[in-house]
């Protein structure tokens, strides 16, 4: 198993730490893993992206061109990265403030409106788990447990008491989690 | 087990620097390898192995504490990274003159002038040709991995101490960026005043009674007496290209093609490796380790006998110069890398191999 990943959207949004507990997990649970961050000019106050690669052999290349999965959280992201997914491909996007939704006729396309739940919830700083818990949902890459002794690894031990909220958090991304087309 | 953490490559640089040991460390942050400053300044060694860690004013200063820390027979190193780097090249000419050992890691980015804060690999004529001035040579090591960068500072070391000469790590803004695994070694105390004195007869530790003085430096006022220093310095370059070549080689077995690729490109090139076979072509790597002492022998046993080599670099074509003269123009070979700052994507390499050695 080899699962390439593309998490991209605005600074802010845990795009970077999402990648980083999904990366930690799969080293709980034996995986090789690697995490490769757009560092340039577009981190600072612009999108944010983080290629994700989490599998059973050695990873070759850590910078890709081409991807297994897109997570995606604005329009920005969706337009440069639609055409990045592999043909039967996942892409996951979030629709608050997507004016041009996906396009493509060869790849799974599933929406996740963790934006709006996370305001509902009052939780705007678990929308990255929201998320998370969406992807796991519809590519289980790694079980329930890691992600737990991921969340333990990455953050620091005075953050250990926000687990259970983010797991919850987890939890709602796989109940909101829909299918817009399947290939 | 070994302690197992994800981490960026730069913080990997500090967590060995710390745990093998190392004495001091002086450095100037710069862009993509900032993480190695910060990730000293946050575990604090001066009070866990008494390690000084000392932000400079610039890199000229930088380089020249170290210059002083290895006079003295400590392990001393900076990092920066390219317009850093090209500042202390000053300094890297007089430690090489003066054959003192220390460690050197520049995370290279786009350039030329202060260029671009992305990747690059543009840096290997600096890295292994002499960015300073004179007949010298650095040890060069490449990693490709984040466990390597963590490696590699131990291994530079033991290098540089060997040999009485600085050691570079040559890496990018990739690998020092993107976090992978590390299994961390145990922490070593540092060396004490006493094995200083008694390993390292030239360390300037103050005169003892029992031996002459110790002068360090890289000035003969004699062409003839400097001639000898040089006599000298290219013996041990001789014995130090016999000795210390280092080298992978990734499906080199029955392959028709080589890359030659260090550092991310090695990455990369792996991927379009597996693209490749997808297609039924088969080719191999060869991975230089060391760049200098670069691994001329294996390249041109293999490289002679294929159809063909490509040097993947991002740069505009710097290693390719070694692989050429490895080769002999038995075999074709091209270079291919997209630089500035740009990496090049798996397709494209297996691209350039199918447009400029196999179809060319």
Known sequence: MTEEIII???GGQGVLSMGMILAYSGIM??????????????????????TVIISD?????????????????????????????????????????????????????YQIAATDKAAELG????????????????????????????????????????????????????????????V | MKELRLMKGNEAIAEAAIRIGVDGYFGYPITPQSEVLEHLMAEKPWEKTGMVVLQAESEVASINM??????????????????????????????????????VANV??????????????????????????????LITLAPSTVQEMYDFV???????????????????????????????TEYKERWSDEYINKTFPWATTGRAADRGNSIITSL?????????????LQKKYREIEDNEVRYELINCEDADYYFIAYGSSARISQKAMELAAEEGIKVGLIRPITLWPFPTKIIRELGQKSKGVLSVEMSAGQMVEDVRLAIEGKVKVEHFGRFGGVIHSPAEILNALKTKIIGG
């Not at chain 1, 560092?39 to 983080?50: D, L």
């Not at chain 2, 500042?87 to 054959?99: C, F, H, N």
Request: aromatic share 8%; hydrophobic share 35%; with cysteine.
């Open chain 1, 8 to 10: 991209a959207g605005f």
């Open chain 1, 123 to 182: 939780i705007a700083r678990l929308f990255n788990m929201i998320v998370l818990g969406g992807f796991l949902k519809v590519k289980p890459v790694i079980s329930e447990e890691y992600i737990e002794l991921g969340l333990q690894k990455s953050l620091p031990e005075r953050h250990h008491k926000l687990i259970p909220d983010n797991l919850k958090a987890v939890q709602t991304g796989k109940e909101i989690i829909k299918a817009i087309q399947t």
């Open chain 2, 66 to 103: 170290v210059y002083g820390g290895a006079a003295c027979g400590k392990k001393v190193m900076t990092t920066s990274s390219s317009p850093g780097f090209s500042l202390m090249q000053e300094g890297m000419s007089y430690i090489a003159g003066a054959e003192l050992p220390c460690v």
């Open chain 2, 108 to 137: 290279v980015r786009g350039g030329p002038g202060l260029g671009t804060i992305q990747p690059s690999q543009a840096d290997y004529f600096q890295a292994t040709k002499g960015g300073g001035h004179g007949d010298y040579k």
């Open chain 2, 154 to 184: 131990g291994l530079s070391f033991e290098l540089a101490f060997k040999y009485r000469n600085p050691a570079i790590i040559l890496s990018d803004g990739l690998i020092g960026q993107m976090m992978e695994k590390v299994y961390l």
């Open chain 2, 220 to 232: 003969q006022l004699q062409a003839d007496k400097q001639e000898e220093v040089n006599l000298r």
């Open chain 1, 29 to 50: 649970q034996d995986k090789e893993v690697s995490w490769m961050p757009s560092y340039g000019p577009e981190m600072r106050g612009g999108t944010s992206n983080v």
């Open chain 1, 57 to 109: 052999t050695r990873i070759s290349s850590p910078s890709l061109n081409m991807f297994d999965t897109a997570i995606i959280l604005n329009q920005q992201s969706l337009d440069k990265f639609e055409n990045a997914v592999k043909p039967g491909g996942l892409l996951i996007y979030d629709p608050n403030g997507v004016n041009r939704h996906p396009e493509r006729k060869d790849i799974n396309i």
